[in-house]
């Protein structure tokens, strides 16, 4: 059986004022996460971009087409 704590601070009961984090906190605390983070490497960042972009164009091809499409099947149907 699961207990709901929706809404409250893991550790402290409902009742206690929760103390707000001090801008040094977490300065320090934002800088300890982002040292977990794995950066890409630049042969990583130029593939994952030339993915994206590839991406981009053939959507925007795909879009360009079907609105051209419906551009013309709808000057077909009500004249133009």
């Known amino acids: 059986?699961?207990?709901?704590?929706r809404g409250e601070t893991a550790g402290k009961p409902s009742g206690e004022?929760?103390?707000r984090t001090s801008p040094a906190l977490f300065y320090r605390q934002v800088v300890g996460e982002l040292r977990k983070v794995i950066w890409p490497t630049r042969k990583d960042l130029v593939t994952y971009t030339t993915v994206v972009l590839v991406f981009v164009v053939?959507?925007?091809g795909i879009i360009y087409g079907l609105d051209?499409?419906?551009g013309w099947a709808v000057l077909q149907i009500f004249g133009g």
């Open 1 to 5: 059986m699961a207990i709901d704590t």
């Open 17 to 19: 004022k929760k103390k």
């Open 58 to 60: 053939i959507m925007v």
């Open 68 to 70: 051209a499409a419906f």
